[in-house]
């Protein structure tokens, strides 16, 4: 039994190497092809990557804490960027912060702006999960069985919020004109400066999550429930504050995520829709559930998006992400780092 | 130490105690034995706090603990161990162990502890930067016996620490279950071994469809008919000697 295990996963491993270098020549072949391009197709692909991979990780911390797949992920996104865009526009635009620092640049703003975004998203995640999900999946068993009420309750929460948001922003494009220096160039490619910080960011919220997660007690924890959390509960984990942690610790991701991503397009509050789609098409492709398995994810549908955008056609940039999903789906379907299967007690 | 009066409980709607009533005194072992779906999960669950205690109380060093919740439990010092199974596997022992003191306020006591524990297991200290995932069967049984210890437990409640084990492993495991009892702790071991359960234990209790059905002194219970009786559901053989 285990031969033929072993003999899959390699047919699988072949499967997508073959895809991979059809891929490789599929865009080697395009005409746009030369050093130049395939650089700044990296450098983007990678920018959104990790984008894509920040909301993924969200989604995938949730799936393993709460064991629900949250529908709503996308508008914590949405929410995330108007708060940025808010607190941005009062900072700089209302010349609030020259009258503390005389000598403020736009960044100092937008920092803050992240910031607040990612904390205010955070307590706002954990609110959401306390009022609306707590009492429906205490229903279905305390957080073990979760049932189809609550997948119901994702959608229904990301329609209210976006209403929500329709109320306080109204449903028109808000342009995000983050005030953060000249455009720079990289080894020959120039990039504004919105996604150097898109990267720069990225990165670092990345390692700050990977740190929490293997080097603090309380990551310690998080990663105990997101496990079990029957052995949990008996190693004197108090569970309910964790998962609640778990929802506020995703959000904030998403909430940062969206003060990331507003400067390069504009905010607007349909925005949640797509990323929610692309990052859970990342969290399948790196893997379901598993936390380094949605970043890779990340890369790999931002790199596979940006080429098939920039050497096929760009018409169908949100067409090719879901392409690389289901052909995971076809040919692996764990995903990459998809084979640790969860127990359930 | 703990005492359980008059306990009902159960899963759902499903009732599976239906009165069970035991006591456990300061630093003794006790031995909770009985056959496949009898309750003796079910008691150490209520105790823990994982299910609720539907009538009956259970009290713990003079406290009744049957309204509070998991960790609470833990940090008055009453510890479930669960079988061998219940790892964190995508841990290290380390990280497993550390989860276990994981109440522990200070990292003082944390390392403390873990001096303990490696002390009683020096093999966990051996593997301790593997992954749980690797270790073998009565490793496993030992880390969950050494996580139970790192929070500096009262007492600990241990649920079938020979389950799937080579009796020459079962006896090192319940050769330091004795340790850790002279070392002052209180021990109550759920089994279905009884021969090796009373061999180590001071007292013991037969339970029987959810209810306490014989207790008495394990030297006396060694050679009672109507534990075999009681244990196996009438005929039948021990088997699992």
């Known amino acids: 039994m285990f031969k033929k295990l072993r003999l899959t996963s390699k047919i699988e491993n072949a499967l ?53 797949v949250n529908f709503s992920h996308g508008e914590f996104f949405m929410l995330g960027a108007f708060t940025g865009l808010t607190v941005y526009n009062f900072l700089i635009d209302g010349e609030i912060i020259y009258k503390i620092f005389p000598e403020a640049y736009g960044w100092v703003g937008y920092v803050i702006g992240l910031f607040l975004a990612f904390v205010t ?41 976006q209403n929500v948001a329709y109320v306080i922003w109204d449903p028109t494009a808000h342009p995000f004109h983050a005030d953060l220096g000249l455009p720079i160039t990289l080894g020959g490619v120039t990039l504004p400066m919105t996604y150097l910080w898109m990267l720069v960011t990225g990165f670092i919220v990345a390692g700050a999550l990977y740190f929490f997660l293997n080097k603090t007690k309380m990551g310690l924890g998080v990663r105990a429930v997101a496990y079990s959390k029957v ?20 959000c904030a991701l998403a909430g940062i995520a969206g003060t990331l991503v507003g400067p390069t397009y504009q905010v607007v509050i349909y925005m949640g829709y797509i990323i929610l789609l692309k990052a859970f098409a990342a969290a399948v492709v790196g893997g379901f559930g598993s936390l380094p398995g949605a970043i890779i994810g990340g890369f790999t549908v931002g790199l596979f998006e940006t080429a098939c955008a920039f050497f096929i056609s760009g018409s169908h940039k949100d067409a090719y992400a879901f392409l690389l999903m289901i052909v995971v789906l076809l040919i692996k379907p764990t995903g990459f780092f998809g084979v640790q299967v969860k127990m359930k007690a | 130490m703990l005492k359980i009066n008059n306990l009902v409980s159960g899963y759902g709607s499903v009732q599976i105690l239906n009165g069970s009533s035991m006591e456990v005194k300061n630093q003794s072992i006790v031995a909770l034995l009985g056959g496949n779906g009898t309750g003796k999960s079910t008691i150490l669950k209520a105790c823990s706090g994982i299910i609720r205690a539907w009538k009956g109380t259970i009290s713990f060093d003079g406290e009744e603990i049957q309204n509070l919740a998991p960790h609470k439990i833990v940090e008055k010092g009453l510890v479930q161990v669960t079988q061998g199974k219940d790892v964190f596997p995508a841990m290290t022992v380390l990280e497993n162990l550390r989860l276990g003191g994981f109440v522990l306020k200070s990292n003082i006591n ?26 073998s069967g009565g490793e496993l049984q030992m880390l969950c016996i050494g996580r139970g210890l790192m929070s500096n437990p009262k007492m600990i409640m241990l649920d079938e620490p020979s389950a799937a084990l080579a009796p020459q492993i079962v006896m090192d495991i319940f ?41 008495g ?25």
């Open chain 2, 175 to 215: 050769k330091n279950i004795n340790k850790i009892r002279k070392d002052g702790l209180t021990v109550l071991v759920v089994e279905q071994n009884v021969r090796m359960a009373l061999l180590l234990a001071d007292y013991g209790y037969v339970i029987k469809d959810g209810a306490i059905n014989v207790e």
């Open chain 1, 121 to 161: 998203m955070g307590l706002f995640g954990i609110l959401i999960e306390r009022i609306f999900l707590r009492p429906l999946t205490k229903k279905g068993g305390g957080y073990t069985v979760a049932g189809m009420g609550i997948i119901i309750c994702g959608f229904g929460l990301s329609v209210i919020l």
């Open chain 1, 231 to 250: 052995v949990s509960n008996l190693v004197g984990i108090n569970v309910p504050l964790y998962i609640s942690i778990i929802f506020g610790i995703a």
């Open chain 1, 16 to 68: 997508m190497l073959t895809f991979t270098l059809i891929f490789l020549i599929f865009i080697s072949i395009s005409p746009d092809m030369n050093l130049e391009s395939l650089k700044g197709v990296l450098i983007i692909g990678i920018t959104v990557g990790i984008i894509y991979g920040l909301v993924a990780v969200g989604i995938s911390l949730i799936y393993t804490g709460l064991d629900v």
């Open chain 2, 217 to 241: 002194d394990s030297k006396k219970l060694m050679y009672d008919e109507s534990v075999k009786d009681s244990y196996l559901g009438g005929g039948g053989t021990t088997a699992n000697v």
């Open chain 2, 110 to 135: 944390l390392k403390n502890n873990l001096e303990k524990v490696f002390n009683y297991f020096p093999r966990l200290n051996e593997r301790k930067n593997q992954l749980a995932a690797t270790l």
